[in-house]
C-alpha cells in the first residue's frame, strides 16, 4: 500500500452525530475519508461485541482507526463516590482493549470537568489518573493523549504548560501520554490557538478540526470553514509540530455535502503546506500573509497587523522574523498615525532590521524596496520629531510589492479610511 499522505483530513464518528457509530465507515469512505477517530458514545460501545463488529466494518471500508474518543461522563477520576471512580477506571480498560482491537494509536481523554480541578487535592489525584491510565495504554501499545477542551481540566495555555512540565516528569520521552490539539476549543476559551499548541510541544498525538464564528459562539462545532478561525495559518502551525489525520469533528450529521465543502477548502492548503520548498524564500507566501499585504497597502494597518500575526504564529522556521518584519513596520506606520512617535521610531527600526535580513526579495516580495523607502520614511519622521509628527505625509508610505508584478493592490491613500 501507499504510504498516506504525513497529513491528511479524517473523520470522527461523533460528526455524522446522531448516525450510529458502526454505520460511519461506510459513510466515511463514501466521502473519500479513510481514517477515523472513534467516539464511543455509549457504556454499550464499550463491548467487545461492539467492537470486534465495528473492526470488521473498518476494515469492510478501507478505513484505518487512529483513535478511539472516550465519553467524558463516564470516566470520573474526582467523583467523592468511590463506586463511579472504579467502574469508571474498569470501562477505560476496556475503551484501551477496545482501542487495540481496532488497531487504534491514540486514546483521547479530556480529564476532570474544569469545577471539579477546583476541589482541594484535585491536581495530585489527576495526575495520578494520568499516570495510571498512560501506563495501562502503554501495555497495550496505544498512547493517551490529552484534550484540551474549554470545560475540562485542561482549557487554558497556562493549564497546558503546567501539565506538560507534570508529565514530563511521568514520561520524559513522549513515549506514553501527550495532547489532542483541538484549535476550536481553544478559541472558545479565549486561548490563543497558536500558543496552546506550542506549549504542548512535542506530545501533539491527535488533531481535531471544527469552526466557530465570533459573532454566533451558541452554533459550537461548526465544519471548518464554516466560522472564523484562521484555517491556513493554523494548518501550517499543526504541520511543524504533528504527523497523521486530521480529524474532522465539526458536526454536520446527515449532510455529507458539508464534508465535501470543507474538503475544496483545506485540501488545496494542506497540499501547499506539503509541498512548501525547503528554502522558505523559494515558495509562494502564505493566504494569510498576502492579505496582510493588501491590506497594509490600503493602509489598513491595524487588520494588517492582526491577519499577520497568525501567520507569524504559526511559522516555526526562521522565516517567520520577515512577518514580524512587515507586522512591525504596519504597528510603527500606526503609532505614527496614531501620534506616537516613540512608538513609531521604535517599530518601524525593528521592522527594518528584520526585513532587510531577507533582501533583495524573498517569497517574491521585494524585500529590499521595502526596506530601504521604509528607512526614507523612518529619517523624516525622525527630523519632524513628535511636536510636528502632523506634518507627515502619509502618501509616502512605502508599497509593498512583489519582484514580478509590481504593488499587490493599486496604491490607494492610508489615511484614508
Partial sequence: MLEPPRLRLGLSTGALYPTATEDVPALAAEAGLFDLEIMLQTPGEYGAAFIR?????????????????LWQELHPVLSPYARRVREGRTLFGRAIEGAAELGAKVVVWHG????????????????????????????????????????????????????????????????????????????????????????????????HLSDRRDDAPEQRHLSPGEGDLPWPALLRAIA??????????????????????????????????LEQAETPCDGRPPAGLVEGIRLFNEGEFYACHEVIEHEWHAETRPIRRLYQGILQIGVGFLHALRGNHTGALLLLGDGIEKTVDFAPSCLGIDTGRLAAETQGALERLRVLGPERLGEFDFSTVPRIRFVDDGAIEPPSAPGAR
Avoid at 126 to 142: I, Q
Avoid at 252 to 265: H, S, W
Wanted: net charge negative; with cysteine; hydrophobic share 50%.
Fill in 53 to 69: 463488529d465495528l473492526a470488521a466494518r473498518c476494515r469492510g471500508a478501507g478505513c484505518r482507526v487512529h483513535a478511539v474518543h
Fill in 112 to 207: 476532570p470537568k474544569r469545577a471539579e480541578m477546583r476541589a482541594p487535592a484535585a491536581q495530585p489525584h489527576f495526575l495520578d489518573a494520568v499516570a495510571d491510565r498512560g501506563e495501562a495504554c502503554a501495555a497495550a501499545g496505544v498512547r493517551l493523549a490529552m484534550e484540551n477542551v474549554s470545560w475540562c481540566a485542561l482549557a487554558t495555555v497556562r493549564d497546558v504548560l503546567g501539565f506538560a512540565a507534570s508529565i514530563a516528569e511521568i514520561d520524559p520521552r513522549a513515549e506514553r501520554i501527550g495532547f489532542a490539539f483541538d484549535p476550536f476549543q481553544a478559541a472558545e476559551t479565549d486561548a490563543n490557538p497558536f500558543m496552546l499548541l506550542a506549549a504542548m510541544e512535542n506530545r501533539v498525538f491527535d488533531v
Fill in 240 to 273: 511543524g509540530a504533528y504527523s497523521g489525520p486530521l480529524m474532522l469533528e465539526g458536526t454536520v450529521g446527515g449532510d455529507l455535502a458539508r464534508i465535501d465543502a470543507t474538503r475544496r477548502l483545506l485540501d488545496p492548503i494542506l497540499r501547499e503546506v
